[in-house]
């Protein structure tokens, strides 16, 4: 199984999503960081609650990208 980090990590540097769109639906699917420390938590520099790798995931979801976990 991939890591959704990883998934929206290539993704945002690839532009084929951008780190705002990936956060507003982080957001509305109940993840509570802030951008910045989603960006944070994206490229593995700030640890966040495991949890928030499952919130994560729907988020990429809503953006129609497919991320098992």
């Given amino acids: 199984m991939e890591d959704p980090?990883?998934?929206?990590?290539?993704?945002?540097?690839?532009?084929?999503i951008d780190l705002e769109d990936l956060w507003i639906r982080y957001w509305a699917?109940?993840?509570?960081?802030?951008?910045?420390?989603?960006?944070?938590?994206?490229f593995e520099i700030q640890e966040r609650h495991p949890f928030e790798l499952r919130v994560l995931s729907w988020a990429l979801e809503d953006l129609g990208v497919d991320t098992p976990l």
């Fill in 29 to 42: 699917q109940g993840g509570n960081a802030p951008v910045f420390e989603l960006d944070a938590y994206v």
């Fill in 5 to 16: 980090r990883r998934t929206a990590r290539n993704l945002i540097r690839n532009r084929t």
